[in-house]
């Protein structure tokens, strides 16, 4: 199964990813670790985005599409996988779709977390408090002005996929502000599994 999840920062897609790994087996795909494993593994196209990182450079989409078009064929991931933060526009969506289409491959689902974003704010504040009482280290981006900042990010470069998706007919919608194990069901009724 090959699923995208939609949603701002905080909506929870990062929480029902690790639960759909352990329920179908198949991998939740980071572009950020994809990126750098690639550039580790010395791999053609993760030797391009080792020089334009080098350079201080943002990794330009086709490049991001090519590292996911060379991870998506490992073993792991031959059952499905789990994007969460890909892509981020709508030109990532288009040309991922592309690389799917040329490996005879498609999308099963997008779900999108439907959330309140004033109680979002609300929601990162109380998980940096929770971090902090465990005595971890509290995520840089659970700052309410950084959070903000990301809000407005995702609001203007990411927002736009919804529409994308609910185009094809593909975008699937649930509540991310009900409580985790609600939405856990919601999504499960989604994909039927």
């Known amino acids: 199964m090959r699923i995208i999840l939609l949603g701002p ?6 929480t029902q990813a690790v639960r ?7 991998p939740q795909l980071s572009t950020g670790d994809m990126l750098r494993a690639a550039v580790a593994a010395g791999t053609p196209v993760g030797l391009k985005a080792k020089a334009v990182m080098d350079r201080g450079d943002l990794v330009s989409d086709d490049i991001v599409v090519g590292i996911i078009a060379d991870r998506i064929e490992e073993a792991d991931a031959k059952k499905g996988f789990i994007l969460d ?3 981020r526009t ?9 690389m799917l289409a040329e490996k005879g491959l498609k999308l099963d689902a997008v779900v999108e977390f439907k959330v309140d974003e004033n109680a979002l704010v609300e929601r990162i504040v109380k998980r940096a408090k929770e971090t902090e009482a465990r005595g971890e280290q509290v995520r840089k981006d659970d700052n309410p002005e950084v959070f903000k900042t990301r809000l407005d990010a995702y609001r203007t470069q990411t927002a736009p996929l919804s529409a994308y998706y609910q185009g094809k ?5 649930v ?6 194990d609600d939405v856990t069901v919601a ?3 989604i994909l039927g599994r």
Not at 90 to 98: G, I, K, L, N, P
Not at 175 to 180: S, T, Y
């Open 175 to 180: 509540d991310g502000m009900e409580p985790i």
């Open 20 to 26: 759909l790994v352990e329920r179908l087996g198949i």
């Open 85 to 87: 933060g890909f892509p």
């Open 187 to 189: 999504v499960k009724e």
């Open 90 to 98: 709508v030109a990532q969506a288009e040309a991922f779709d592309s």
């Open 169 to 173: 007919g593909m975008l699937k919608t």
């Open 9 to 14: 920062p905080g909506a929870g897609k990062g």
